[in-house]
Nanobody
Framework: QVQLVESGGGLVQAGGSLRLSCAAS????????MGWYRQRPGLEREFVAS????????YYADSVKGRFTISRDNAKSTAYLQMNRLKPEDTAIYYC?????????????WGQGTQVTVSS
C-alpha cells in the first residue's frame, strides 16, 4: 500500500515562495505519475499540477501556470511543488496524489495534506 506524506507548508506573505515535498513509500515511485491538488476554504478539491513518471510532461492549472513548478526526484521517491509569487487566493490545503495504476492519470490515492496560508 502506497503512503504519501506532504511537508513544507506554512505561513508566507503575498509574493513569497514555498516548496512543498511529497515523500512516497510502499511501491515503485518511479513507475507512477504524481499530482498536486489543493482545497481552498469553502471550495472543492481542485487540480494544481501533474508530472509523468519519468519527470516529463508537466501540466498546470491555469491559475498557477508560470508561478508553480512541479518536479520529482525518483531516486528519493519524492515529488515537489515550488510555489513562487504566492497570492492570498493560493491559501489552501495542498495534497499530493498518485493513481492506482501506472498507466493512469486518475489520481485516487492521497496524502494527508499540508496547509499553505498566504497573507496579504
Amino acid at each position: 500500500q502506497v503512503q504519501l506524506v506532504e511537508s513544507g507548508g506554512g505561513l508566507v506573505q503575498a509574493g513569497g515562495s514555498l516548496r512543498l515535498s511529497c515523500a512516497a513509500s510502499g511501491r515503485t515511485f518511479s513507475s507512477y505519475p504524481m499530482g498536486w491538488y489543493r482545497q481552498r476554504p469553502g471550495l472543492e478539491r481542485e487540480f494544481v499540477a501533474s508530472i509523468s513518471a519519468s519527470g516529463g510532461s508537466p501540466y498546470y492549472a491555469d491559475s498557477v501556470k508560470g508561478r508553480f513548478t512541479i518536479s520529482r526526484d525518483n531516486a528519493k521517491s519524492t515529488a515537489y511543488l515550488q510555489m513562487n509569487r504566492l497570492k492570498p487566493e493560493d491559501t489552501a490545503i495542498y495534497y499530493c496524489a498518485v493513481p492506482k495504476y501506472s498507466y493512469s492519470f486518475k489520481f485516487e490515492i492521497w496524502g494527508q495534506g499540508t496547509q499553505v496560508t498566504v497573507s496579504s
